[in-house]
């Protein structure tokens, strides 16, 4: 895949990113997606350099979705391996809350880990001074003792982010008896797996349970930052352990390294549709819009954040 590709990947990103902001706030839960859906299927169609299956898809599937896994994009050139979510945090966009995003990320053939819609993960992101130091076999205090005393810090310096749900009751007060403080997220783990590996971002690990798909749009992205990642399958039943082997996971209780998750050179591109904990969301002007978006690429390990100024002076036709 050619570095040039990485800023066609972007402009989809961006199409769907300044689509499903008109929906901010508006309440209407499928409105955002289901137009940032349209729009990357519209723009991917200008690009002749690649075409490939999504393997990794909208993980909000509904019937007709037109970016489910198993569709394709594209009629033409190099052959590659996609996934997407067209807006991560729908319903956060429709309700005006924060970590909105449009992600999209390519891989060479076997590149990304295929997981099934609804499945979930149990995940744990640090920045690249994790990696070898902290492990998901560990308990959240093991961890924040190593990685503090891999930074020369105390734990009390640290910052753990976890989506804000019933599930998590636990693990948040084990993470505050530990002595870290606790940034608590309505949406968005993407966002935070990322802030988690970015140094500086203010965030300093990522715990939690959360979308399997968005799990591998994670390792997509941390691959490309050098950070650390791992993932477990966080079964809820019998049934998920069913649906993952028939998936081709035959061992649902591995621990998955970003390697098993994001293989080969990948590409990947993210838009903020709100702000968020990586990038600020869209912001409209009288005649148009700013977006703030990063693209990365795996092979150089370069990071790109964009701020393109959009200007309307026509309708979209999507």
Do not use: W
């Not at 994009?73 to 590659?80: F, H, P």
């Not at 084990?174 to 203010?202: C, F, N, Q």
Request: hydrophobic share 40%; with cysteine.
């Amino acid at each position: 895949m050619e570095r040039n590709l990485a800023l066609e990947l972007v402009r989809i990103t961006e199409a769907a990113a300044l689509a499903a902001a008109r929906e901010n706030g508006r309440g209407e839960e499928m409105a955002p997606e289901r137009v940032a859906s349209q729009a990357i299927v519209y723009s991917f169609g200008g690009i002749d350099a690649v075409q490939g299956e999504i393997v990794v898809g909208d993980p909000q599937q509904v019937e007709g979705d037109l970016l489910a896994g198993g569709s394709r994009l594209g009629t033409d050139g190099e052959e590659v391996e996609i996934a997407i979510d067209p807006l991560e945090g729908s319903v956060s966009c429709a309700l005006g809350g924060p970590n909105a995003m449009s992600i999209m990320a390519l891989g060479e053939a076997g590149g990304f880990l295929r997981c099934p819609a609804n499945t979930y993960m149990e995940k744990m992101a640090t920045s690249a001074d994790g990696v070898g130091v902290v492990d998901l076999d560990n308990s959240p205090p093991e961890n924040l003792k190593l990685l503090a005393e891999a930074r020369g810090c105390y734990v009390e310096d640290l910052t753990v982010i976890i989506l804000d749900r019933p599930r998590h009751d636990d693990l948040i007060e084990t993470v505050r008896g530990a002595g870290a403080r606790v940034k608590l997220i309505p949406h968005g783990d993407v966002a935070a797996a990322m802030a988690a590996a970015r140094e500086g971002s203010g965030v300093d690990m990522l715990l939690g349970t959360g979308g399997a798909s968005q799990g591998i749009l994670s390792a997509a992205a941390i691959k490309c930052m050098g950070g650390f990642l791992q993932g477990r399958f966080a079964l809820r039943s019998q049934s998920d352990r069913q649906t993952l082997y028939e998936a081709g996971i035959n061992d649902a209780d591995a621990k998955l390294e970003i390697r098993d998750m994001a293989r080969g050179n990948i590409l990947f591109a993210a838009t903020g549709v709100t702000d968020g904990e990586y990038l600020a969301g869209v912001k409209f002007f009288k005649g148009g819009a700013i977006s703030h978006s990063v693209v990365m690429r795996s092979a150089s390990g370069t990071v790109r954040l964009l701020e393109t100024h959009h200007k309307f002076d026509y309708k979209p036709e999507y």
